[in-house]
């Protein structure tokens, strides 16, 4: 089986090791990762801040890498999943051709732990894990795209790893893509909060399936100066290979 | 006195907001502990989704028809011996409502909870005609006495704690201090009794009103508005136009929704169905009933792509849910609807050119749209309200231009690339000049950027 | 009636803190009211229906206004088993104020008068309803100083039901 790698702009320029995990979880189960060069961003800052026809050109460039072909498109990131399967079918509806593109891109796109979990059932062989890792539900994965169960599915996996939920796991974190710079003090009062539950949970790792919510957390347990971990889902899982 | 109204910087409104120790322990308090009760109190209902796509498919039908089924209940309730009128705006509702009570000499009126009338102002614009309100729902009674707004739908004092109470009862009523919540509640109770009985006219607001038989109903739990709404001779009921329901057999699925969804009541201790003015030989009811129907922007936004705003209900849960708005409670909005539902509502009611500010106070993380009884796409409704704002030209020019770079570098991947290589190589210079508040929360930008590990 | 219906009818009643009840027969309801009320107490009693009329008898200070009165006893006209209410009406000439202003509330409900859900009940009277109909669920209450529950504000601070 074959899958068309998105990496998402924040891991290209902020944690490609994020990147690299998937790449080598995806490999370890048999998959030939494509990786379609020339890969930007998929619109989310500007479609969230309204901007539609900026956001459009974002979408028409995905399009044009990753329209060929029917394999899966898989993504380490549960936002920009749901930006593509959820936005870009309405954002692209003027023009006939691209929003039909738009419509077959969005029924192959796939969160990570949504593919690792309902296609590649990665979750039945055992990984190693170690410590006690909590786990943050990311807003868009947890209400847009519906995937809730599926990291805990993996976490269960990580064997030697004790889970310890947090409280209020599904409560934003605050990272909001444009709102952390539009609002920085509400964005720092509830990355605040969430450190806080994390702190609460027990956990030395703290771990989820959206590279924005991480880079937010980690900010808010720095400022806390907490040592806790912070790392996603598919760099655990790599690990634990 | 006036209604003090914070001006529509959000931002400076919130940061303000979050340094209050107080204010944030209330806050979460109460939205916690109305999410958790909200939680345990649907438990009981089996098929939630289906009753939500109920009520909301009842919404819509009185939203596709909503003249119909005004004239409907108008002519209900003239027979029922109520009078109705029609304002297009606040100042006309106020007008008619100063009008009246001046004709009948009216110098006190109980007040019951009625947030479209803090919309419009009506008790300031009463004041100034020289008739004394008296606010008698207990949390709009505190805040009167503070000459405050409220923070909250449907808990308006949710803000003070009750040494604050009890020092505002201390200072205006000449009692002892007290801060047990029980014991004011008693000094509140002794107070507003003897107002209800020297009250002119009762004014209150009214949950829904129902086109087949003209009623209305009120959903209350202290008392205080069954009082207002038949002991004095003269009612006064004020509601805006979209609070409509086609029948009392539509009540119940709102019986369900309402209250549990608010504050995670089975039920509210009353809910009062009235319907007309008292008849010859009853002993019940005012005598004299007037219903003022507000339109106040109503029907452009039922015009419009925003529409199913309308089919809000009140009942407080998305503000119980909403991460920004339990950071800085409902002042920080600046006007009388706050959270979710308050932001998108006050831009459409207010225009977008004061209140655009606010269509940021989201993360779009979507708790609102799951918990609202409703169905309102809330989040579907700010992301129009930003492209609006875009569109109409309410976004700064640093951001447009901003993000026109964005569409280029989105667009082509050596011009993104190039972009990061710069953030990478000037990395202390750029997150300097984005700010400690933003670019100094992001880690640096890694060596080697994934597509170049790709290659 | 259903059994099932007054049983749920007295559970959410009491849910809602209301003290719920279920005499046996009318014939017990004047013992039951010697038991209830305090001997000193001045109660109102329309004395309209054949229940309320009953309940006179075993009033010791009855008063006629309801305004000033410590209790109000009245037949209520219906009960609700899906949310343990009790409906009152305006028609027949009744004050539906009479139950709100006193301290006290004891409610007379006919068994068969329990309709099981709201939907039952709001179909019979949905195209010419009274004056005043108002559902009463428990005492009367706020919780608007810091979300602490306090019972009893503008309303009855106390409500029995007696089933019958």
Same mark, same amino acid.
Do not use: E, L, N
């Given at each position: 089986m074959r899958v068309q790698l998105f990496g998402t702009c924040l891991v290209d320029a902020f944690f490609p090791e994020v990147g690299e995990a998937t790449v080598k979880l995806l490999r370890h189960f048999g998959v030939e990762v494509a990786y379609p060069p020339g890969q930007t961003c998929c619109g989310q800052p500007a479609f969230n801040a309204g901007y539609r026809a900026e956001s459009a050109s974002a979408a028409r460039h995905f399009l044009s890498l990753f329209s060929q072909g029917d394999d899966p498109i898989v993504t380490p990131s549960g936002s920009c999943a749901a930006m593509v399967k959820h936005h870009y079918p309405e954002l692209l509806r003027d023009d006939p051709q691209l929003s039909k593109q738009a419509e077959a891109v969005a029924g192959r796109v796939y969160e990570l732990s949504q593919f690792l979990v309902g296609v590649l059932r990665a979750h039945e062989q055992d990984f190693t894990g170690r410590g006690k890792i909590t786990y943050h539900s990311s807003c868009h994965l947890t209400r847009s795209l519906g995937v809730r169960d599926e990291p805990l599915t993996l976490i269960a996996a990580l064997r030697g790893a004790e889970f310890v939920p947090m409280p209020d796991a599904t409560r934003c974190c605050g990272f909001g893509g444009m709102f952390m710079a539009k609002l920085p003090e509400i964005s720092c009062a509830l990355s605040d909060e969430k450190a806080a539950s994390i702190l609460a949970s027990g956990a030395d790792t703290v771990t989820g399936c959206d590279s924005g919510c991480l880079m937010n957390i980690a900010d808010g347990l720095k400022k806390r100066g907490s040592s806790v971990r912070v790392a996603h889902l598919a760099q655990l899982l790599a690990e634990g290979l | 006195m006036s209604d003090h109204q914070t001006s529509l910087d959000f931002r400076a409104n919130a940061a303000r907001a979050i340094k209050n120790a107080s204010l944030r322990g209330a806050l979460r308090n109460a939205t916690d502990t109305f999410g958790d009760r909200r939680g345990s109190a649907f438990e009981v209902i089996p098929d939630l989704d289906e009753l939500r796509e109920r009520a909301s498919t009842i919404r819509l039908e009185v939203l596709d028809n909503l003249p119909a089924y005004l004239d409907q209940f108008t002519a209900a309730a003239t027979r029922a011996g109520a009078k109705v009128h029609r304002a297009a705006d606040g100042a006309e509702a106020r007008g008619m409502i100063a009008a009246l009570l001046k004709e009948r000499g009216a110098k006190m009126v109980a007040k019951g909870k009625s947030m479209v009338s803090e919309e419009i102002h009506l008790n300031a614009h009463l004041e100034e005609a020289g008739i004394e309100v008296v606010e008698t729902d207990l949390g709009e009674y505190i805040i009167q006495l503070e000459h405050e707004t409220p923070? /909250?739908? !449907?808990?308006? +004092? !949710? /803000? #003070? %704690?009750r040494q604050q109470v009890g020092r505002l009862f201390a200072d205006r009523l000449g009692v002892p201090y007290s801060e047990d919540p029980l014991e004011l509640t008693k000094i509140a109770r002794q107070v507003l009794r003897d107002k209800f009985f020297a009250a002119d006219a009762g004014i209150s607001g009214a949950n829904f009103a129902f086109a087949e038989s003209g009623s209305l109903v009120l959903f209350t739990n202290e008392g205080n508005g069954r009082m207002v709404t038949t002991i004095p001779p003269l009612h006064i009921v004020i509601l805006s136009v979209e609070k409509l329901l086609p029948s009392l057999r539509e009540l119940p699925t709102f019986i369900r929704l309402l209250p549990r969804s608010a %504050?995670?009541? +089975?039920? %509210? @201790?009353y809910v009062s169905i009235i319907t007309g003015a008292r008849k010859a030989e009853e002993l019940t009811g005012a005598k004299e009933l007037h219903i003022v129907l507000l339109d106040n922007g109503r029907s452009e936004i039922l015009a419009g792509a925003c529409r199913e705003m309308l089919k809000c209900i009140r009942c407080g849960a998305c503000m119980n849910v909403c991460p920004v708005y339990r950071t800085v409670g409902g002042h920080a909005y600046g006007w009388t609807y706050p959270g979710p539902m308050g932001l998108v509502l006050t831009n459409l009611l207010t225009g977008m050119k004061k209140s655009h500010p606010l269509v940021d106070a989201s993360t779009l993380c979507g708790a609102c749209v799951e918990v609202c009884p409703v169905k309102i796409p809330l989040v579907e409704l700010i992301l129009k309200l930003r492209q609006r704002r875009v569109e109409e030209g309410y976004s700064s020019s640093g951001t447009n231009l901003g993000m026109k770079m964005f569409a280029r570098a989105a667009t082509v991947p050596g011009l993104f690339n190039w972009g990061e290589r710069m953030a990478r190589i000037f990395w202390p210079v750029v997150s300097r000049l984005g700010g400690k508040d933003v670019a100094g929360r992001l880690p640096r930008p890694a060596d080697r950027p994934f597509h170049e590990r790709m290659k | 009636m259903s059994s099932d219906i007054i049983e749920r009818f007295l559970d959410n009643a009491g849910k809602a803190a209301a003290n719920a009840s279920r005499l #046996? @027969? +009318?014939?017990s309801l004047g013992k039951t009211l010697t038991e209830l009320l305090p001997a000193e107490a001045s109660v109102y009693c329309p004395g309209k229906s054949k229940l309320e009329q009953s309940a006179e008898k075993a009033l010791k200070n009855p008063v006629g206004d309801y305004a000033s009165a410590e209790i109000c006893i009245e037949e209520v006209l219906a009960g609700i088993a899906e949310t343990g209410s009790l409906v009152c009406s305006s028609d027949e000439g009744r004050a539906v104020q009479a139950s709100l202003l006193p301290a006290r509330h004891v409610a007379l409900l006919p068994a068969e008068k329990i309709f099981a859900t709201l939907d039952d009940f709001f179909a019979g009277v949905a195209a010419d309803p009274p004056t005043n109909l108002t559902l009463i669920t428990g005492p009367s209450r706020t919780a608007d100083i810091e979300l602490t529950l306090a019972i009893g504000v503008h309303g009855p601070g106390q409500l029995d039901i007696l089933v019958i």
């Open positions: - | 923070s /909250h739908i !449907i808990v308006p +004092a !949710i /803000h #003070k %704690t %504050t995670g009541q +089975a039920i %509210t @201790s | #046996k @027969s +009318a014939r």
